[in-house]
């Protein structure tokens, strides 16, 4: 077994470990990040590319929560975590549900001023921008067809950054804060997981990894530390925390946002390297529409799901794109870490209300997506009709039930929640674990629900905060 | 909350020259079809049915029905088709549904966010959106009364449901869309009642409904008549638009009070009626009809006799003092007479008392 | 290399992913199974483990009527767990062949 020392040891390096990194080496502490999966030149792997998905995510992509209906979701393994295959969307906490979650949860200090005041800094120090130049066809597709419907249609400022080209440059962990906090002296321990926690009393006292060397061979690595932040995500983070036996609240609330796809085949070809960053917020935050990914692999993928014949379609692919339809729903999930299995058992399950709600989002994406000029609709549903006219819509509401939905998540939060209220919480108001003086969870799992948008912006938000306040008060 | 800017530039003239009805072939929409029709240029209405269709057209020349579903965009699409500017009453809802909760919220919050949505695209010049006493649940003590300020406790599926609905009708109008006015009516009697309160009716005047508890718990009940008056007055009050109103007969009254007036109605209509006493149910079978409902409805699931039994144990009141005051309602019928109409309509009608 | 590395998909599960590939070229097919061997292997435990059950069955099924693999009669079955079975192999085939780079054996190591 090897051995090593640090002052504060951060598991895992995505939106939550890199922000917390970063902001510790650069108040002078002695940090170690330890990440599961490898570190990969951000350049090296083309975005959304099969290979990206072998590389970077977890289970390969293959996964999905336990419940009727079940719904695939994704994540990020890898050193920068999911800002390596995510698309950069970038939205600030709407301050309604900050509000609401203060409230609800008793968080002490989460403020619009406060919370507004992180924003701004991660956001100078990350490079959130516009586009620069016309939106291309896929994302202007959306502002067409929802300024034709009186729908409000907004584009969301990503985390690029440009150069004088015009050509913009995701702004990924790996990219940007990770280097930061490496040549401020953290250490980066890439391939190596964290079986567990060690405790003595009410501290941890380091963690016992699994590493898998350079040349393939493994083995096991202890870290002492006098500190832990654990932001390995909304599925790993409680995993860990229950593994190493704090259970309680921990791994339940896990929420996500159930998602509806809908192939589009559109008269004319449209763009295939990106992801729109136009959604339309007409509904939001209970539903919102915005594009996917669209690779021609994609676009088999979800023109597949209604089982309908798609060859045509398949082979007339430039012309076609797939948009989604997620919403915020009513249910909650666990995650629960069982002896002997590397990977917790996640579970979902919808309520009757959240499955009204999918089909609805699904009727008005294809309400917008008829009005921006589709000619086709090929809905995620099972059994679902091929829709090429907006009387043949009503059709999705029947079409759409738990044995034929079809769907799917990036987005996970929740499993630990963070307030002090301490029935709901697995952690304070600043992510400290009950019960543990030198523990704290600081990503995605301590929002308190799910934010309705892409997480990111919130993740690092409330990472900042915390880390500010660990650093005034350790 | 901020100020709408409105639908339209000047000051709209009201009450408009054309309605729009959802649910228009439905026990309230009926009555309300009636109302509206001798004083509008038309009235178009969304029904279910080319039957419902001609039973409203026979109402008057300015009935225009639309068949189709409230969930269907195109159906919407043809509802606002031309109608210019207007006020839209939004009845159309399931309360039981046939078997799956789902459809609670399929047409109840889907069917409110289509018609509003294509309401705001025609230009309507007020969204009158009917609500329920259901997204507040039941009163804690049999003294209580909702009011305007009451906070959201919503009863099971249909008062998510119709909870979900407001917050839309609500948004609606903080986002400047339409100016809107929810109104909250609970429990309705009166002419074009469906089957189940006919035998609602029936079962009184056989002795065979059960009382839950000892009677005392207090219900709010509507007349009809009285909730189409307060549905043209949330149409034209300047104060109306953003807010919500309790529309109730003059008073709540006690169940056991509700059942004597039913049994006094159908006597004063010449009907026999029953000496039998109600059968007396304990409180706790009504709890127990409830955790029952509860359950099956955590599986997607509705049973009809099950969720009204559970509901009975309760007392569900409100106050009006707020329509009162703003929209200037004055309920003419209470429950004897309201009753007996309900009771000539049946027998006119042939149903079976 | 995990090309050629098939151990971890069972009899049936090979065949179901046999059916579902499109093209003919032997290479091609061979490199579309190993992706999907590559998935299932990465996959939680659990799920693994479900679907593991479900071929093992469906496997038993298929030899005992004679022989093929019936896609159809997964994708139109009425045990909704059966139409997400053959959706999920679909789903890794379809995405393969179509993403699938025409080299691809530079970049799957066989730990990846």
């Known amino acids: 077994m090897t051995s090593l020392q640090t002052e504060v040891l951060v598991v895992g390096s995505g939106a939550g470990g890199a922000t917390t990194a970063a902001q510790l080496t650069g108040a002078g502490r002695r940090v170690t990040i330890v990440e ?84 701004e800094q991660v956001e100078e120090a990350q490079g959130v921008s516009r586009l620069p130049s016309a939106p291309p066809p896929s994302s202007a597709t959306l502002e067409r067809g929802a300024t034709k419907l009186g729908w409000r249609a907004v584009e969301f400022p990503r985390v690029f950054r440009y150069d004088q080209q015009g050509r913009g440059v995701k702004q990924t962990m790996a990219r940007t804060l990770i280097p930061r906090a490496v040549a401020a002296g953290a250490t980066v321990i890439p391939d190596c997981r964290v079986l567990k926690l060690l405790t003595r009393g009410d501290q941890v006292t380091g963690a016992v990894c699994d590493r898998t060397r350079p040349d393939g061979s493994r083995e096991r690595l202890s870290i002492e530390a006098d500190f832990v932040f654990v932001c390995a995500g909304a599925i790993q983070s409680p995993a860990l925390l229950q593994r190493s036996g704090f259970r309680g609240s921990i791994g339940r609330g896990l929420k996500l946002h159930p998602t509806v796809k809908i192939a589009a085949r559109f008269p004319s070809p449209l763009d295939h390297a990106g992801v729109p960053m136009h959604r339309v917020t007409e509904f939001a935050p209970s539903l ?90 090929y809905p995620s549903v099972i059994g679902g009709r091929v829709v090429r006219r907006l009387d043949e819509l009503v059709s999705w509401w029947d079409a759409l039930t738990r044995s034929s939905a079809n769907l799917m998540t990036v987005h996970l939060t929740s499993s630990v929640r963070m307030g002090e209220d301490r029935e709901r919480t697995g952690a304070d108001s600043f992510g400290r674990v009950w019960g543990v003086r030198n523990l704290r969870v600081n990503d995605a799992s301590l929002l308190p629900d799910a934010p309705g948008v892409n997480p990111q912006a919130a993740i690092m938000t409330i990472a900042a905060r915390n880390t500010d306040h660990f650093l005034a008060h350790a | 909350m901020t100020a709408p800017n409105g639908s339209t530039d000047s000051a709209p003239e009201l009450p408009a020259s054309a309605a729009v009805v959802t649910g228009a072939a439905g026990w309230l929409g009926q009555n309300l079809v009636r109302a509206l029709a001798p004083s509008r240029e038309r009235v178009r209405c969304l029904v279910r049915t080319d039957d419902d269709a001609s039973l409203l057209s026979v109402i008057g020349p300015s009935i225009e029905p639309i068949v189709g579903d409230v969930r269907d965009p195109a159906a919407i699409d043809m509802l606002f088709d031309g109608v210019g500017p207007s006020t839209v009453f939004h009845a159309a809802g399931v309360i039981h549904p046939e078997r799956s909760v789902r459809s609670l919220f399929d047409v109840n919050v889907g069917g409110t966010q289509l018609t509003l949505d294509r ?8 969204f009158v959106h009917v609500s329920s006493n259901s997204p507040f649940g039941a009163n804690d003590v049999p003294a209580g009364r909702f009011t305007e300020d009451s906070p959201y406790n919503p009863y099971m599926a249909y008062g998510q449901s119709k909870l979900e609905a407001e917050q839309l009708v609500m948004r609606s109008y903080e986002h400047g869309d339409l100016q809107t006015v929810i109104v909250r009516p609970p429990w309705f009697y009166g002419p074009f009642q469906p089957a189940r309160q006919t035998q609602f009716l029936a079962a009184i005047r056989r002795g065979r409904f059960p009382l839950v508890g000892d009677g005392t718990q207090q219900r709010s009940m509507v007349f009809v008549g009285n909730l189409v008056l307060g549905l043209l007055l949330a149409e034209t009050a300047d104060k109306a638009p953003g807010n919500a109103y309790w529309i109730a007969d003059a008073r709540p009254y006690e169940l056991r009070e509700i059942f004597e007036t039913i049994r006094a109605a159908l006597a004063a209509e010449g009907l026999e009626v029953t000496e039998r006493n109600p059968i007396r149910i304990p409180a706790l079978v009504g709890s127990m009809a409830e955790a029952a409902d509860k359950f099956v409805q955590g599986r997607g699931r509705y049973v009809q006799a099950v969720h009204v039994l559970g509901e009975l144990k309760d007392t569900i009141a409100c106050d009006i003092s707020r329509a009162r005051a703003e929209l200037g309602y004055e309920p003419p019928t209470a429950l004897l007479d309201g009753m007996r109409e309900s009771i000539r309509w049946c027998l006119a009608n042939g149903e079976q008392l | 290399m995990g090309f050629t590395n098939l151990r971890f998909m069972l009899p049936y599960e090979r065949q179901v992913v046999a059916a579902l590939t499109t093209t003919i070229d032997p290479e091609r097919r061979e490199e579309v199974a190993s992706f999907v061997e590559g998935a299932l292997r990465s996959m939680p435990e659990h799920l693994r483990v479900a679907i593991g059950g479900a071929s093992v069955g469906l496997g038993v099924l298929s030899f005992v009527s004679g022989g093929r693999v019936n896609v159809h009669s997964l994708d139109t079955s009425p045990i909704p767990q059966l139409r997400q079975y053959v959706r999920m192999f679909r789903s890794l085939v379809l995405f393969a062949e179509q993403e699938l780079p025409a080299s691809p054996s530079a970049l799957l190591p066989a730990n990846a």
């Open chain 2, 119 to 126: 309401a705001r695209r025609a230009g309507a010049v007020r």
């Open chain 1, 288 to 377: 919102t529409i915005g594009g996917s990914v669209s690779r021609k692999g994609h676009i088999a993928l979800a023109l597949a799901d209604s089982a309908a014949d798609f060859r045509d379609a398949l082979d007339d692919w430039e012309r076609v794109y797939v948009y989604y339809a997620a919403i915020r729903g009513d249910a909650s999930g666990r995650v629960v870490a069982v002896p002997g299995l590397s990977a917790p058992v996640v579970s979902y399950r919808l309520t009757d209300a959240d499955m009204s709600r999918l089909a609805r989002g699904l009727l008005h994406l294809g309400e917008v997506l008829l009005a921006a000029g589709a000619t086709e609709l």
């Open chain 1, 36 to 119: 599961e999966g490898p570190w990969i030149d951000p350049d090296a792997v083309e975005p959304f590319s099969l290979e990206e998905m072998v590389l970077k995510y977890r289970h390969r992509g293959s996964c999905a929560t336990l419940g009727s209906p079940p719904v695939a979701y994704a994540e990020g393994r890898c050193v920068g975590g999911s800002t390596e295959i995510n698309s950069g969307l970038w939205h600030r906490l709407p301050s309604y549900l900050s509000e609401e979650w203060r409230r609800a949860y008793r968080i002490d200090e989460f403020t619009d001023d406060v919370l507004d005041r992180y924003a």
